[in-house]
Nanobody, 123 residues
């Protein structure tokens, strides 16, 4: 059983930056692909970014490509999401997720989820 705890959310003005972090425990961290998703009330959970088990491969949603960067530290069991040039439409609850095996944009295929951290971008 893997536990995921996110941190780093908050309120930021448009154009600003936030760094979200996710700490994992209870599992073989480097055996899991790690990802970030987000949800706006009333909408489906949306794929944001993912990183492979070794950290050698990354994937981004078109809406965040060039602005967000995902990274992981397998020695510390952490995965981060650096989000720059934030826009009001990035406002959402951001979730960290872990998947045994290769990453996918399909949220239903991920095995473990954190409780989420709120990101609010004001215009």
């Amino acid at each position: 059983q893997v536990q995921l705890v996110e941190s780093g959310g908050g309120l930021v003005q448009a154009g600003g930056s936030l760094r979200l972090s996710c700490a994992a425990s209870g599992g073989f961290f480097s055996g899991y692909s790690m990802g970030w998703f987000r949800r706006v009330p009333g909408k489906e959970r949306e794929y944001v970014a993912a990183i492979s088990r070794s950290g050698g491969s990354e994937s981004y949603a078109d809406s965040v490509k060039g602005r967000f960067t995902i990274s992981r530290d397998n020695a510390k069991n952490t995965v981060d999401l650096q989000s720059n040039s934030l826009k009001p439409e990035d406002t959402a609850v951001y979730y960290c997720a872990a998947r045994w095996g290769a990453y996918t944009e399909d949220s239903t295929a991920w095995n473990y989820w954190g409780q989420g951290t709120q990101v609010t971008v004001s215009s």
